[in-house]
């Protein structure tokens, strides 16, 4: 590809955000299109709107072409589809690379000898993911920082001709700091293979990463001062993949997934410079608000709560927060029935499962759970309705030691929140001192700690927490996920349970269906418009020092009811709940281990 600056051809519409040399003479961007007789731009700066034969673009060569991009099978998801050039405000692969190029020029000025050049390199492998990036062995040392990525699509989502998947250095969240690559994953029509893996090398000198973060030239003067800046303003970017989509005909080009980023998504993507003090996570605490449903982060020996806590804690494991919003229903045995019928007919049925706005209804079959619960002599855990508990499934592997917190119930506008951890413990038994001084551990990335104490409250005060087993609860669930617009996932659990006791005494049997949000939608601004696939970049000064990858109590805030994927939750709720529980009474469910206790009459 080559890049130059010539007349602009007078059909091709100027895209959102390119760069355009203006009748002033200087290089400007497009912010909006005035539609005339002919095509008129508002440029960045300039107030008037400027006729298209008044600028010059710069951009590659040749222009993009207008190509339809449909799903590789007729009638399946979009999934990975792409649209390129079809129509205002779409990115093609080609454009993408264009302001790329754009940036790293206004970066790296003097030469293009400077710029970071990746290496780009196409295989196949079996995957049957969505979409997975990963880092592979990074090198950090004096000279810089070397890593491959790889981007692995899944070939049954295919788009027609490609998937188009940006990479991108992230200092923050949503905010790029050097655009690296667009990867065009799809079937090689010379040899008919499917092209679903790519690799993506590259390599950043100190200097380099220095000039990205806008360092003075005393800074840059050498590599261990280049260095000393990075890791002072950086500790932690993170490489970051998004795959695009067209969620219909004639829609904006946006993304759909991604993997990696500045808060390790999918436990991957983090580039660990060097180790974050305590002081770091204490101001990231305070000064950092995270709404995602869904952070972790594998433990590292860094971490100050695996330094604190190694005893009883798997390193290389995930430390997991989630804040849930879902609804509960105990329902009666027929009810569960209906509700079990309703979802296996959307599953085969899509005609009837879209008049809910519903583009995919999967089963996943069911599942027999084991948990234990553990509480104090007092039970002063399950009366607050706080859930401390080991997780037991067959099929887990040799090792596996899930361990959860979820604390007390927030409401917004009507509406349940409530904060959720896990971790995998190596300790065994749970009522053994280290694991108790883990749970109300002060580290300030003890995001568990954090959970059970927010949930005790301040009157639990400094009182040691004696746990020991108060029950085990045993389900039969049966699980669907239905797929919404933009990649919203809603969760059915339905669940027969009962508990029993250390000393053999057996509950009651409860059926409840449970429902909420599982995979977070994607709303961004239109990628043209500058959402995370374009060029666009961010100044050192206008990004906190790393992004939180976990949450804190402080995180359930009334915006939370706002979110455009938990109104789609519960848009589906109150069309669905009522065809799947049918015009029976039902009751609002609560803390289930909650109340097999009472049942059992450990409590009242």
């Known amino acids: 590809m080559t890049t130059s600056e010539e007349s602009v051809p007078p059909r091709f519409l100027i895209p959102k955000g390119a760069c355009v040399r203006g009748p002033d003479g200087q290089l400007r961007k497009v912010v909006n299109h005035v539609k005339t007789s002919r095509w008129m731009y508002l440029l960045d700066g300039i107030g008037t709107p400027v006729e298209q034969s008044a600028v010059t673009r710069i951009a590659p060569d040749p222009y993009p072409a207008v190509v339809e991009a449909r799903p590789a099978v007729e009638g399946t998801s979009t999934a990975h589809l792409t649209t390129e050039g079809m129509g205002v405000e779409l990115c093609t692969p080609t454009w993408l690379e264009g302001t790329f190029v754009f940036d790293r020029k206004r970066r790296f000025p003097t030469a293009a000898s400077e710029w970071i050049k990746p290496a780009v390199t196409y295989g196949s492998e079996e ?49 790029t700091l050097d655009a690296i690559a667009v990867v065009t994953p799809g079937k090689d029509r010379t040899r008919q293979d499917q092209r679903n893996v790519a690799r993506v090398a590259v390599t950043y000198s100190w200097e380099q990463l220095a000039r990205l973060l806008d360092a003075p030239a005393e800074a840059r003067a050498d590599p261990a001062r280049a260095r000393a800046y ?69 433990l590292t020996p860094d971490r100050p709560v695996y330094a604190a806590h190694s005893q009883v804690l798997q390193i290389g494991r995930e430390m997991a927060t989630t804040i849930e919003a879902e609804a509960e229903y105990v329902v009666t045995d027929g009810q569960l029935t209906r509700a079990i019928g309703v979802l296996e007919l959307l599953v085969g049925a899509p005609a009837e499962a879209a008049e809910y706005g519903i583009r995919a209804a999967t089963a996943h079959g069911v599942k027999e759970t084991h948990d234990t619960y553990y509480d104090t002599a007092e039970h002063d855990l399950l009366k ?52 108790a001084e883990f749970c109300l551990g002060t580290t300030p990335d003890n995001a568990f700690a954090a959970v059970l104490r927010d949930a005790l409250g301040p009157q639990w005060g400094d009182k040691r927490l004696e746990l020991r087993h108060a029950l085990t609860v045993h389900s039969t669930r049966v699980k669907f996920s239905l797929q919404l617009d933009n990649a919203t996932t809603i969760e059915f659990s339905a669940d027969t349970s009962h508990a029993t006791t250390p000393d053999g005494r057996e509950s009651s049997q409860i059926h409840c269906l449970e429902l909420g949000v599982g995979h977070p939608g994607l709303f961004v601004a239109d990628a043209a418009a500058g959402g995370p696939g374009t060029g666009t970049t961010v100044a050192a000064q206008e990004a906190p020092l790393f992004t939180r990858t976990y949450h804190l109590p402080k995180d359930l805030v009334p915006e939370l009811s706002a979110k455009a994927d938990f109104r789609q939750f519960t848009g589906l709720r109150g069309m669905l709940v009522p065809v799947l529980l049918g015009p029976d009474k039902t009751t609002p469910g609560g803390n289930k281990a909650q109340m097999l206790a009472r049942d059992l009459k450990l409590f009242t």
């Open 384 to 435: 607050k309705g706080i859930v401390l508990r080991r997780r037991h499934v067959s099929t887990d592997p040799e090792g596996t030691f899930l361990f959860a917190v979820k604390g007390g119930t927030v409401t917004f506008r009507n509406e349940p929140f409530r904060l959720a951890s896990q971790v995998h413990l190596s300790a065994d038994p749970v009522t053994s001192p280290e694991v």
């Open 127 to 175: 995957w049957d993911a969505f979409g997975r990036l990963s880092l592979d062995n990074p090198v950090v040392n004096g000279d810089g920082v070397s890593v491959t990525a790889t981007i692995r699509s899944n070939p049954e989502h295919f788009a027609d001709p490609h998937d188009m998947v940006t990479l991108r250095l992230e200092r923050d969240l949503d905010k």
């Open 230 to 298: 990075v890791e002072d303003k950086m500790p932690r970017p993170g490489l970051r993949a998004d795959w695009y989509v067209a969620a219909r005909k004639g829609a904006k080009n946006t993304y759909i997934h991604r993997s990696g980023g500045a808060d390790g998504k999918g436990h991957t993507g983090l580039l660990r410079l060097r180790p974050l003090t305590p002081k770091e996570y204490a101001d990231a605490a305070v000064n950092q608000t995270r709404t995602e449903w869904n952070l972790s982060e594998d």
